[in-house]
């Protein structure tokens, strides 16, 4: 067998780099909701061969922050009011429903991760306290707290995990009112304006958590509930 080295691995793919840059414009307005694209047009403005593109596609396909309307028919998603309103009342009943079920379902061992989980979340947000006391409102955070959002993520879908029903995973899934990707962005533009809003969300984690621990289904949901339905709302209307 050869021994000869193969080079370092790229960090992202190209697919992951188009996808991030897509992401963007359409954060940023560059690619407005309704516009219709087309994959050769895309690759041409990205500078890439349409495969990355393609492939970027059908993960913001399956995000719905783009449609297909036809076989080579794309455009980006234009959600009315109404229709995200739906989606967030599908997300919280599902999201409640899996709480349930992680409380009457979870392994001793998946609740010790849990509790791994927001113990390390609890050292990072004392940290990020203890560096705005000491540096004021203004000292920069913002890798912590995305460190922290993103174990809240891991949080969230490792009691997800704890059903063991892929069929409810998958659905809860497709009614996702928002990707991780969405939340991070709309959580850290917000989350300077809302500072206490989101300290008290964040400690509604460690009572959730709690329920789970006491096997508590019908406080688990319907913390879950309050939870998801407050997040959604605030994420929803900005």
Same mark, same amino acid.
């Given at each position: 067998m ?8 790229? =960090?992202? %793919?190209?697919?992951?780099q188009?996808?991030?840059? +897509?992401?963007?414009? @359409? ?14 047009? +895309? ?7 349409? =495969?990355? @593109? ?21 455009r ?102 928002? %990707? ?5 962005? +709309?959580?850290?533009?917000l989350?300077?304006?809302? !500072? ?10 460690r ?23 407050? !997040?959604?709302?605030q +994420?929803?209307?900005?």
């Amino acid at each position: 067998m050869s021994t000869e080295a193969l080079g370092p691995m790229e =960090t992202m %793919s190209l697919a992951d780099q188009a996808y991030q840059r +897509l992401r963007n414009a @359409i954060r940023e307005g560059v690619l407005r909701p309704g516009e219709k694209i087309t994959e050769r047009d +895309l690759a041409g403005r990205l500078g890439v061969s349409p =495969t990355p @593109i393609r492939e970027a596609l059908r993960q913001l396909v399956h995000e719905r922050v783009v449609e297909r309307v036809g076989p080579r028919a794309l455009r980006i998603a234009d959600h009315s009011s109404a229709a995200r309103s739906e989606i967030v009342e599908a997300e919280v009943r599902l999201s409640a429903l899996m709480a349930r079920l992680a409380a009457r379902n979870a392994t001793a061992e998946q609740l010790t991760g849990l509790v791994s989980l927001l113990t390390e979340s609890d050292q990072i947000v004392a940290d990020i306290e203890r560096t705005v006391s000491e540096q004021g409102p203004e000292a920069d955070v913002a890798d912590r707290l995305t460190a922290v959002f993103q174990k809240l993520r891991l949080f969230h879908h490792q009691v997800e995990a704890c059903v063991a029903n892929p069929v409810l995973e998958g659905l809860l899934n497709q009614a996702r009112a928002f %990707s991780d990707e969405e939340r991070l962005d +709309l959580t850290m533009q917000l989350v300077p304006e809302r !500072a206490d809003t989101f300290r008290a969300r964040y400690h509604e984690h460690r009572q959730l958590l709690d329920a789970l621990l006491e096997r508590d289904e019908d406080r688990a949901e319907e913390l879950a509930a309050l939870h998801h339905r407050a !997040a959604l709302d605030q +994420l929803a209307g900005g």
